[in-house]
């Protein structure tokens, strides 16, 4: 019915869902790894600039994201506890695509703040940040869970499927813009920072990775509406999905983590000859 319907190859999650799931899990799984290795060696000091208490936060909102992408994207069979669309869609899927957009803005704003504005990034401005990405967050997935679901999120039972309505996703996606195009601002106001923290062009390429990432969810959701049914496209949103946000993560930290394997002691001296230079 659904083929001929909507012109499309509908079908149901299969063993190809099964190993999408499988490898996705091990690029977390992988991503977790640096981060547990990250915090072993949270003494090398250019390992500890990086900020990994909100590194690790992303991290995991990556992880609850992915677990909200297994309903959205219909990977799994939407019976019993998958059914419930708003759980699974708005307050895991959008939540924390919202929250790890968020972090990221703080993270860079922390770095605005020491570099630009000259003030320190306090334990005080770093739970007062982190309030804010609460109240935000969840003040909008409150919002949209008081609206009608057949206005938002809402499940249909005879085809085990969550129906987003086109107005959700304009919305969704329109504040994603939004918080990322705040990031860009700040990715901007770094642009000065010197060599030893390096984070300019690792912004940049964060930025990068995310705008496209953002191009093709809008493309996606927009364009292909019906995409969860197709095998192929709801399995290459969840890998451009993972992947462009364990990049993000690998984009943090991957870089001192790497040096500190290899080249531990003269990148150390280094980073600290350069930071005598650079400070604010």
């Given at each position: 019915?659904l083929?001929s319907?909507?012109?499309?190859?509908a079908?149901n999650?299969?063993?190809?869902?099964?190993?999408?799931?499988?490898v996705?899990?091990g690029?977390?799984?992988?991503?977790?790894m640096?981060?547990?290795?990250?915090?072993?060696?949270?003494?090398?000091?250019?390992?500890?600039?990086?900020?990994l208490?909100?590194?690790?936060?992303?991290?995991?909102a990556t992880?609850?994201w992915?677990?909200?992408?297994?309903?959205?994207?219909?990977?799994v069979?939407?019976?019993?506890?998958w059914?419930?669309?708003?759980?699974?869609?708005?307050?895991f899927?959008?939540?924390?695509?919202?929250?790890?957009?968020?972090?990221?803005?703080v993270r860079?704003y922390?770095?605005?703040?020491v570099f630009?504005?000259?003030?320190?990034f306090?334990?005080?401005?770093?739970?007062?940040?982190?309030?804010v990405?609460?109240?935000?967050n969840?003040?909008?997935?409150?919002v949209?869970?008081?609206?009608s679901?057949?206005?938002?999120?809402?499940?249909?039972p005879?085809?085990e499927v969550?129906?987003?309505?086109?107005?959700?996703?304009?919305?969704?996606?329109?504040?994603q813009?939004?918080l990322?195009?705040?990031?860009?601002?700040l990715?901007?106001?770094?642009?000065?920072?010197?060599?030893?923290?390096?984070?300019?062009?690792?912004?940049?390429a964060?930025?990068?990775?995310?705008?496209?990432l953002l191009?093709?969810t809008?493309?996606?959701n927009?364009?292909?509406?019906?995409?969860i049914?197709e095998?192929?496209r709801?399995?290459?949103?969840?890998?451009?999905?993972?992947?462009?946000?364990?990049?993000?993560?690998?984009l943090?930290?991957?870089?001192p983590?790497y040096?500190?394997i290899?080249?531990?002691?003269?990148?150390?001296?280094?980073?600290?000859?350069k930071?005598?230079?650079?400070g604010?």
């Amino acid at each position: 019915f659904l083929s001929s319907e909507y012109n499309i190859k509908a079908s149901n999650p299969d063993n190809d869902d099964t190993i999408t799931i499988a490898v996705c899990s091990g690029l977390l799984g992988l991503t977790a790894m640096l981060l547990v290795y990250a915090w072993c060696n949270y003494n090398y000091r250019p390992i500890r600039a990086k900020n990994l208490t909100w590194t690790t936060l992303i991290y995991c909102a990556t992880i609850l994201w992915f677990i909200g992408n297994l309903v959205t994207n219909n990977h799994v069979r939407l019976v019993g506890v998958w059914s419930n669309c708003k759980l699974w869609v708005l307050w895991f899927r959008v939540l924390f695509v919202y929250v790890f957009a968020t972090m990221t803005i703080v993270r860079f704003y922390a770095l605005d703040r020491v570099f630009n504005q000259k003030k320190p990034f306090t334990r005080r401005s770093s739970l007062v940040s982190g309030a804010v990405v609460i109240a935000f967050n969840v003040t909008y997935c409150l919002v949209n869970q008081l609206i009608s679901n057949s206005l938002t999120v809402e499940y249909i039972p005879d085809l085990e499927v969550c129906k987003i309505t086109m107005a959700f996703r304009i919305a969704a996606i329109s504040v994603q813009w939004v918080l990322w195009g705040a990031c860009g601002v700040l990715i901007f106001r770094l642009r000065n920072i010197q060599s030893s923290f390096n984070e300019f062009r690792e912004s940049v390429a964060i930025f990068l990775v995310i705008i496209g990432l953002l191009t093709e969810t809008s493309v996606t959701n927009l364009y292909y509406e019906y995409y969860i049914f197709e095998k192929k496209r709801r399995i290459q949103k969840t890998y451009v999905d993972v992947v462009a946000s364990v990049l993000v993560i690998w984009l943090f930290i991957g870089h001192p983590v790497y040096k500190s394997i290899f080249d531990r002691r003269n990148y150390e001296q280094t980073w600290l000859e350069k930071l005598a230079k650079d400070g604010p």
